[in-house]
């Protein structure tokens, strides 16, 4: 659903949000406001209808670290007559190739419907220095609201103590207003946690959430603070300021890194937190710079914590920050990615999704969160064809501050995080690495883009530099052979470095990189980015596809024709279709993009057949075997394999395919237009398929070698002559 906002002002004429940034990007002055006046209408709420994550996302404002709050109908400030939902947020102002959380206020998106997206945006609820005579401005870190004891609302926030001796200035103050919008003022007249209180510690005190527990005058209340692995826990007075016993370290809580959560559900208490426990069989991240959703329970809010597991993985943003509440008998969670146009890892914005509960484990667990708009591929047409290849490296695994799929992910950030990028450098760094990118078909590829990044001079030895060479190799009749034809292998570190090559076909590719030295020691090598260019075919033919009534899932290939005659089946996406489009027989027009095809969409006709209608039909179906793997020298495979069954019938319908891996007991399907048999195991497998139509004719089995026959290695073989190189 598309996104509309307005803002609400002179009389509630609605103007559109963008403006002043359109205007500001022609070139055009605004003339400006006196400071008082700018400071009221920076505050002024704002009117806006979204539907989609993230809630606020034009770029107009960055929100992050949201901390939600029901407001109930005729609490304090509430006289709406229904529940309202306050998201508290830090507003990150950083510009877009500034690495620093610039955060000087914060805000609050407020709703009462999530679903019906009628939200107020209130930007600039509370400054730092504005509240607290003691801070500092900026470092608006991540705070929470709550309802106290005496129905009045206190903010938690990290702020930078002015006159701390500490190494590290964060102290956490508690601010004090009858509404939920303010105006505050400070409630304790200086930090409650700092490095000196309550008790003196050299933890980074920031990220506080805080539990109003029980009822009447036996309510208590409970905080938890911390980051860097280290959380805090302690009770407060009634007063909601006043520590009433001391402070504990927590525990249990695996991967635990910072942004905890406190809430309880039915008498059952969870401990949402940011984990990273980073590592290649880590269920949070396989990057220390990201950070995953993990939680915890426990009998009371004083722990103790039992690990329960994951429910959001990593976000676009390096970090990521968990808000949990119940609206109306739903369950919510919110947090921040970096999805709003010009978004990046300071440039956060906030979403929200359901939280969805399974009651019959005890006690219960949340489910893993659906997060919402679903990712789809960008099908924008393009030469590249690297984002749908598998990716290998030669540093598996990987050091843990980069990220293998930053390679093909089509995303280049205007200042990288490591996470950006993929990387090798680990201090003791070896003279040559190498990234290999494989197809399950072949692609025709003549060129490549390819952004290397550094932080240290190529001769140095040391740090990441660019390579001294590289060159680009294809796989071709069982061996690595360098691409013909190509005009040079340039290593600057200003934007993408281009290369042209002779095409080639081929299922795989690799950039061979030798590392920069100082005659002793080499420097680390890292890429934020690597595409592989197709070459352009003289022209497609989409041809004819066939489906069956209700079945929604198109043929995915289309014939192209290239450059001196070569012709080659190319990976096609297709628009979806709908039950509706496909209800009963008969002809429609769809559109897709075709894998590496840069001059636009193509067009295709889809046959919609009966499947019931099988008369006069006698001719038996085809049946076809495709290995896909990392292929190797002499017929076997360096990699795991798994053997596509494809079966085709004269009338367009589907068949069914019964498949069998050496002497194993034959697996048969539904009808469907192919299947994938997973080949395990080292050495020679057979796989034999035969396929049956509607009408119940077979096919002969498929089971000659050159077809049937998936041969693998369990591991690749050393190599004697270049990486991955079969010896």
Known sequence: MRQTRTRQIDGGRPVAAGILAAV????????????????????????????????????????????????PAGAPGNDTGADQLYVYTGHDEAGPTRNDFIMNEWGALVTADVDAGQWTHHPSLMRPEDVFSWATPGRAYAGEVQQGVGGRYYWYVPVHEAASPAGD????????????????????????????????????????????????????????????????????????????DGVRTVTGLTGFFEAPWLFERNGTYYLAYAGNNAGPTSQCTPANYHACIAYATAPSAEGPWTYRGT????????????????????????????????????????????????????????????????????????????????????????PTQYWVKALNDELVRPNPLPPDMWGTWTGNNPPQQWVQYTWDQPVRVSGSQIKFWNDQPQGSGVGVAAPTSWRIQY?????????????????????????????????????????????????????????????????????????????????????ATYPGGHTLQVPAYWDALTPEDVAQPGELTVQGSMLGYAAGRVTGTVTVVDPADTSGDETPPEVAITPIGSAGTGGWFRSAVRARVSGTDDGGGRVVLTTSVDDAEPVVTDPVRY??????????????????DRAGNSSTEASSMSASTARRRAAPPRSTSGPGRSR
């Open 311 to 398: 429910v959001l993985p990593p976000v676009s943003s390096t970090t990521s920050h968990p808000g949990i509440v119940e609206l109306n008998g739903e369950w919510w969670i919110a947090y921040h990615t970096a999805d709003a146009e010009g978004g990046n890892h300071f440039r956060r914005s906030v979403a929200i999704d359901r939280v969805e509960w399974d009651d019959t484990q005890s006690p219960p667990r949340m489910l893993p969160v659906t997060t919402t708009p679903v990712r789809e591929p960008d099908r924008t047409p393009r030469a590249n064809v690297a984002q749908e290849a598998r990716v290998t490296v030669s540093n598996d695994p990987v």
């Open 24 to 71: 500001l990007a022609t070139g055009f002055t605004v003339p400006a406001a006196p400071a008082a006046q700018a400071a009221e209408q920076a505050a002024d709420p704002v009117s806006f209808t979204s539907t989609e994550n993230p809630i606020l996302a034009d770029g107009s404002y960055y929100s992050a670290d949201p901390a939600p709050l029901v407001v």
């Open 675 to 692: 299947t994938d048999v997973e080949v395990t195991g080292d050495g020679e497998h057979t796989v034999r398929a035969t396929a049956a």
């Open 475 to 559: 796989w071709d009749d069982g061996a690595w052979a360098d691409v013909p034809g190509a005009d040079g292998y340039p290593t600057g570190t200003s934007g993408f470095q281009p290369t042209s090559f002779d095409p080639v076909t081929t299922t795989q590719v690799r950039a061979v990189f030798d590392a920069s030295t100082n005659g002793s020691t080499y420097s680390g090598i890292a890429v934020e980015e690597w595409k592989v260019l197709a070459e352009q075919p003289e022209s497609v033919t989409p041809g004819r596809m066939t489906v069956e009534v209700g079945e929604t899932e198109l043929p995915g290939t289309v014939a």
């Open 169 to 244: 200035k964060f102290g956490i103050g508690v601010a004090v207003s009858d509404s939920p919008t303010g105006p505050w003022t400070d409630h304790a007249g200086g930090p409650i946690v700092s490095q000196r209180l309550p008790t003196p510690n050299t933890i980074h005190n920031i990220d506080p959430t805080v539990l109003v527990d029980g009822t009447g005058d036996a309510r208590r209340v409970h905080m938890y603070w911390g980051s860097f692995g280290n959380l805090r826990q302690v009770e407060l007075a009634q007063d909601m300021k006043t520590p009433v």
